[in-house]
């Protein structure tokens, strides 16, 4: 599909449109984070060069780094210049005044994460953000979260979490007490990396009947954070049983920064910034197309993810 054919069908022009054209598909959104230029370049890229829509996601951290109406700003002017669904997301919001401010900022969605709090807190304050960010954009689609798959997208030495997976019959109350659109459960998906995972030599293992038990106790659409590391064969399950939207963060951070250093490595004397940072865009672009198209059920060459495979 021509990107000025996915333009016309307007359904997937908006976020509530494009998770539901993708289900039908038998595909998810890929979800991928930026904290900077490079990483917004590359996640652009990919959805010039695959032709799939994508959904850019800032944390708090993220968005505090880029400046929130910044990045919105930005992310609206790529998407009207590439004329391509692109979408954006206020990932792992902690407070009511952060996730209000990115829905002033234009923003798509909103993660509302106060899964660290006992469930019937997450419930009081998830259910109040939701009303609040709905009352400033009706359109917004709010997402909230239960369990814990702990947090940071970095490389972890441990296991990060309690490795309590979510259960069909809380994930089924918190959806019908927050009136949120989309539900994070956990269901052995896991925030960061191992560095075994990093080094390919161990892969992340999902619960898939858990995923298909809690999406049809639910009904909503459905986020996996910390994909990072997931096996493919995986991945591909859980969207058949009912995920709909990946987040993928610690792959994109960790070739960055070893395409950074290679790039800095490889002459001393370089300072022209875009000569040393474009082959950093071209390593990222290769590891969010890699997944993209996994998402989309195409063929995915190991290669293509290079050291992250
Ligand atoms: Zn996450």
Redesign the pocket.
Known sequence: MTADQTLKNTSINTLRGALTRLETEGAALGHFNVADLVLVKAVIASAAETKLPVFV?A?EGEREFFGVRQLAALVKSLRQEASLPIFLNA??THSLEKAMEAANAGFDAV?V?FSALPFEQNVVRTRETVQAIKGINPAILAEG?IGN?GTG?EIHETVQGDRKLSTPEEARQFVQATGIDIL?PAVGNM?GMLKSMVQGKAKKHLDIERIAQIKQATGVFL?L??GSGTDDEHFRKAIGAGINII?I?TELRVAWRQSLGESLARDADEVVPYKILRPVVDSVRQVVSSRLRLFHGQAVSPEAVGSVA
């Open positions: 996601g944390s990932d792992h993660g994460d979260e798959i997208s994070a925030h986020t954070h910390g987040h963060n």
